[in-house]
């Protein structure tokens, strides 16, 4: 389990469960505990509102994990009890979608920059060909959809050197780092 360096503070318990607790394979679960309000405190009048509508659509879920858990324990990983969890992580999934989509709201916060979203596009795209090129391999799929999009000719840049992809990788970088700080300067003064 990777977090962010950020994210460290707010952690309270990491572990794991037991093999085949939760699923009959070689794998095993991971979970973390984290603290909500010790995560989104830099960002909590955005958040709250978030959090008290995922509150209110999953008010039920610790009854539903103790109803599991102790369906696995008296037993055992069976379909059944497979079946519940998947379903109750679809739940959690879905109140998740519903509490963002809830609480966002068009006429507030900021809309991002078609400067800022196009360079940073150049940037994933040349990274994407550099890739292709140095593992001998055509591009992924979605690479063919941004290059389209950017109205680049995909053939072209899949018969560059490594050395010219790389360098392109670096130009596109130094040109986003230039749109950011351009934005910043913006937002800043104004």
């Avoid at 909500?36 to 995922?54: I, P, R, S």
């Avoid at 109803?67 to 519940?84: D, H, L």
């Amino acid at each position: 389990m990777f977090f962010d360096e950020a994210l460290t503070q707010s952690i309270r318990r990491i572990g794991t469960l037991g093999l085949h607790e939760a699923i009959v394979s070689d794998h095993v679960m991971l979970y973390a505990d984290i603290d909500e309000k010790e995560l989104f405190q830099t960002q909590a009048d955005k958040c709250e509102k978030f959090l008290k509508e995922d509150r209110k659509l999953t008010k039920d879920v610790p009854n539903q994990v103790d109803k599991i858990i102790n369906n696995f324990r008296s037993n055992g990983s069976t379909y059944q009890a497979i079946e519940e969890y998947n379903n109750l992580d679809k739940t959690i999934y879905e109140a998740l979608i519903a509490a963002a989509k809830r609480t966002i709201h068009k006429k507030s916060g900021y809309k991002r920059s078609p400067d800022l979203g196009e360079a940073g596009l150049k940037v994933n795209f040349w990274k994407s060909i550099k890739s292709s090129i140095y593992r001998r391999s055509p591009p992924p799929p979605a690479t063919f959809k941004i290059a389209e999009k950017l109205q680049v000719n995909i053939n072209e840049a899949m018969s560059m050197s490594k050395n010219a992809a790389l360098k392109q990788v670096h130009k596109m970088v130094q040109e986003l780092r230039a749109v950011q700080r351009g934005h910043h300067n913006t937002t800043k003064n104004g």
